[in-house]
């Protein structure tokens, strides 16, 4: 059980705005640490999608958007594409934990 | 362009051992802490290990500390993981990734991981 908490799937049409919550706590996003988020297609490694709370590695389209309030960040995807069904991973740090990292569970994203 | 190639995978006995490693190229490895994620079948990603760029710090998941042992080479730029007492949880795709190089968390001084390998499987099975 991961101290991020991420739902488990969303969905939504073609066109529409979806967002994915990755909801911790005073001992990680609550405390001020950057929040950062993947994206992962079945059998391939997982991409950087959105670096330091709200910022899009060069080539992202900007149609991800990301951003942080108390002790949540959200990942909002706007005008949801049939290429944009796939597995996305928020990511932080702990201050409880041994390590640098610590994923959410993980969101599939389905395009009805 | 940045290109890291994870091999060593395979299958293994429980209480086995296995040696992963990761090529670098098309960057300054000794410059770039790394770090080993893995991925059991289905499910979702879990950091295992973190060395600085230097290998003076090295961190560990609680679930395989004092069985696992990272370690890098920056004159053959390469991380590796050597795995001990494999256990059938350990089973996944293991993947190296390295930091984004572009921002730093000012509060904890790490990066995002900009830059994963294609992952190499390790199956814990007799």
């Known amino acids: 059980q991961s101290v991020l908490t991420q739902p488990p799937s969303v969905s939504g049409a073609p066109g529409q705005r979806v967002t994915i919550s990755c909801t911790g706590s005073?001992?990680?996003?609550?405390?001020?640490?950057?929040v950062h988020w993947y994206q992962q297609f079945p059998g391939t490694a997982p991409k950087l999608l959105i670096y330091g709370n709200s910022n899009r590695p060069s080539g992202v389209p900007d149609r991800f958007s990301g951003s942080k309030s108390g002790t949540s960040a959200s990942l909002a995807i706007t005008g949801l594409q049939a290429e944009d069904e796939a597995d996305y991973y928020c990511q932080s740090y702990d201050s409880s934990l041994t390590g640098p990292y610590v994923f959410g569970a993980g969101t599939k994203v389905t395009v009805l | 362009d940045v290109q890291l190639v994870e091999s060593g995978g395979g299958l293994v006995q429980p209480g086995g051992s296995l040696r992963l490693s990761c090529a670098a190229s098309g960057f300054t490895f000794s410059s770039y802490s790394m770090n080993w994620v893995r991925q059991a079948p289905g499910k979702g990603l879990e950091w295992v290990s973190y060395i600085s760029s230097n290998s003076r710090t090295i961190y560990y998941a609680g679930s395989v500390k004092g069985r696992f042992t990272i370690s890098r080479d920056n004159t053959r730029n390469s991380l590796y993981l050597q795995m001990n007492r494999l256990r059938a949880e350990d089973t996944a795709v293991y993947y190296c990734?390295?930091?984004?190089?572009?921002?730093?968390?000012?509060?904890?001084?790490?990066?995002?991981?900009?830059?994963w390998g294609q992952g190499t499987l390790v199956t814990v099975s007799s």
């Open positions: 990734a390295r930091e984004g190089g572009q921002y730093v968390d000012i509060l904890t001084g790490y990066e995002d991981l900009g830059y």
């Open positions: 005073s001992s990680n996003i609550g405390a001020g640490y950057d």
